[in-house]
């Protein structure tokens, strides 16, 4: 079974939204400290946000204001809504427990000028 499993990435236009999804099993989310990283062609995987399990939030300067990490306990799932997406998000995102060096497959999100 994997432990997480990222989905929702696409082809979007600058300016447009996206919502990924990072579906959690064998592990309570919300007792993990969870981030989405993101890697685009030719660069290092770079950190782009984290949910404490008491809730707190924390982005890179680069996607303030634009991007929002969620989690929903119920469903023992992960989000990030992506708004005002610009082509420099264009990579590959994936969700990560902090404690654990394991990598899902990712999702692609590719913005469009």
């Known amino acids: 079974q994997v432990p997480l499993v990222e989905s929702g990435g696409g082809l979007v236009q600058t300016g447009g939204s996206l919502r990924l999804t990072c579906a959690g099993s064998g592990f309570l989310l919300s007792d993990a400290i969870m981030t989405w990283h993101r890697q685009a062609p030719g660069k290092a995987r770079e950190w782009v946000a984290t949910?404490?399990?008491?809730?707190?939030?924390f982005y890179t300067d680069s996607v303030k204001g634009r991007f929002t990490i969620s989690r929903d306990d119920a469903a023992n799932t992960l989000y990030i809504q992506m708004n005002s997406l610009k082509p420099k998000d264009t990579a590959v995102y994936y969700c990560k427990n902090f404690d654990t060096t394991t990598w899902g497959q990712g999702t692609q999100v590719t913005v469009s000028s």
């Open positions: 949910m404490a399990p008491g809730g707190a939030t």
